[in-house]
């Protein structure tokens, strides 16, 4: 096919679920799921290639009216002539447009993690208090530090390393994970990334509840500003999971590997960051902190709830990490985003 045509393809299906094309010489089918064959007649030789397997997925894209009278058949076009990042973008506008779609992913995605248990979502609650409060109790004593200032520090920061965990552990296997879906349905691939986002954000809802807890209990009483402050680190974090989704997970897509090794690298670097112990224990050795960008992370949300120090610092290491990581993301998923559907 020569570049900048267009391929029309009227199909009378309710619902097309996902497209095998078959080169015919001057024509070619459309075979739908359902074993259906839809012909087309076209003026030129349809080249089949791995770009033009993307015609599956950019044609439904766009969603199929009922079975219509012949004549007014619904076409399907995909524009051989787009670009990869145009593609991108569109797959991006696509789900932005869908916001009662991703709540019902979010919402799924998330009771079915905790489905047929009694207190559901309560659970991650009591978890994280029986964590944090183990990790206080122990090593409080085994730092020497006063319990009344060490229950908030490791409390905070034992929930928001939860929150940067999860993000990256999911967002690194997010589109393997639902290539069931996205195979199989009209649906925009970058949506999973933002149900993973709002289902990690949703979990982080419920350890907050120990965290109002624990800083109310020992007298901290953030002000306006401070909360603010706090709500603008988070979401920097969560800004940053999502393009860290889009571009892990694209080339956790096909390198499967991937995955594991992040698994692996957030154990490590959570010894590495002072979740629960003081930078300043480190000494002449502090350098390591400074430049771990995972710290800055949490102490953007730390920082102003306890009143820690170096939280201004930290918000320009975060901001410059999430631009790198945006941009990271953005190229990444520009690039390889209409070849996920045959990666997984």
């Given at each position: 096919?020569?570049?900048?045509?267009?391929?029309?393809?009227k199909?009378?299906?309710?619902?097309?679920?996902?497209?095998?094309?078959?080169?015919?010489?001057p024509?070619?089918q459309?075979?739908?799921?359902?074993?259906?064959?839809?012909?087309?007649?076209?003026?030129?030789?349809?080249?089949?290639?791995?770009?033009?397997?993307?015609?599956?997925?950019?044609a439904?894209?766009?969603?199929?009216?009922?079975?219509?009278?012949?004549?007014?058949?619904?076409?399907?076009?995909?524009?051989?002539?787009?670009?990869?990042?145009?593609?991108?973008?569109?797959?991006l506008?696509?789900a932005?447009?869908?916001?009662?779609?991703?709540?019902?992913?979010?919402?799924?995605?998330?009771l079915?993690?905790?489905q047929?248990?009694?207190?559901?979502?309560?659970?991650i609650?009591i978890?994280?208090?029986?964590?944090v409060?183990?990790?206080?109790?122990l090593?409080?004593?085994?730092?020497?530090?006063?319990?009344?200032?060490?229950?908030?520090?490791?409390?905070?920061g034992?929930?928001?390393?939860?929150?940067?965990?999860?993000?990256?552990?999911?967002?690194a296997?997010?589109?393997?994970?639902?290539?069931?879906?996205?195979?199989?349905?009209?649906?925009?691939?970058?949506?999973?990334?933002l149900?993973?986002?709002?289902?990690?954000?949703?979990?982080?809802?419920?350890?907050?509840?120990?965290?109002?807890?624990?800083?109310?209990?020992?007298?901290?009483?953030?002000?306006?500003?401070?909360?603010?402050?706090?709500?603008?680190?988070?979401?920097i974090?969560?800004?940053?999971?999502?393009?860290?989704?889009?571009?892990v997970?694209?080339?956790?897509?096909?390198?499967?590997?991937?995955?594991?090794?992040?698994a692996?690298?957030?154990?490590?670097?959570?010894?590495?960051?002072?979740?629960?112990?003081?930078?300043?224990?480190?000494?002449?050795?502090?350098?390591?902190?400074?430049?771990?960008?995972l710290?800055?992370?949490?102490?953007?949300?730390?920082?102003?709830?306890?009143?820690?120090?170096g939280?201004?610092?930290?918000?320009?290491?975060?901001?410059?990490?999430?631009?790198?990581?945006?941009?990271?993301?953005a190229?990444?998923?520009?690039?390889?985003?209409?070849?996920?559907?045959?990666?997984?």
């Amino acid at each position: 096919m020569s570049a900048g045509k267009s391929i029309r393809v009227k199909c009378r299906s309710v619902k097309v679920e996902g497209c095998v094309v078959t080169e015919l010489g001057p024509k070619f089918q459309v075979a739908t799921q359902f074993g259906r064959l839809y012909t087309a007649s076209t003026n030129d030789a349809f080249l089949i290639n791995r770009l033009a397997w993307t015609m599956s997925d950019s044609a439904l894209s766009k969603s199929v009216a009922p079975a219509q009278p012949e004549g007014k058949l619904p076409v399907y076009e995909f524009d051989a002539s787009k670009s990869r990042f145009a593609y991108a973008l569109n797959d991006l506008r696509q789900a932005v447009l869908r916001p009662k779609l991703i709540v019902t992913l979010i919402r799924n995605g998330f009771l079915s993690r905790y489905q047929g248990t009694l207190l559901g979502g309560g659970w991650i609650t009591i978890t994280t208090a029986m964590t944090v409060g183990g990790l206080a109790l122990l090593y409080g004593k085994i730092f020497n530090t006063p319990l009344s200032e060490y229950f908030p520090y490791v409390t905070v920061g034992i929930v928001v390393w939860g929150l940067i965990s999860s993000l990256i552990n999911d967002g690194a296997s997010v589109f393997l994970a639902a290539s069931v879906i996205f195979n199989q349905s009209p649906v925009s691939k970058s949506i999973f990334a933002l149900r993973s986002v709002g289902i990690a954000a949703l979990s982080f809802c419920f350890k907050l509840i120990v965290v109002g807890i624990v800083v109310y209990g020992v007298g901290l009483r953030p002000g306006f500003a401070d909360i603010a402050a706090a709500t603008a680190g988070l979401t920097i974090i969560l800004w940053t999971g999502f393009w860290f989704a889009l571009g892990v997970g694209t080339i956790g897509a096909h390198f499967r590997d991937v995955g594991q090794l992040t698994a692996a690298v957030v154990t490590f670097a959570f010894f590495f960051t002072p979740v629960f112990w003081h930078a300043s224990r480190l000494g002449p050795y502090q350098f390591i902190v400074t430049f771990n960008p995972l710290y800055h992370f949490l102490n953007i949300v730390r920082g102003p709830l306890i009143g820690g120090n170096g939280v201004t610092e930290s918000f320009y290491w975060a901001i410059a990490t999430a631009a790198a990581v945006t941009a990271f993301g953005a190229i990444i998923y520009g690039l390889f985003a209409r070849r996920l559907c045959y990666w997984t």
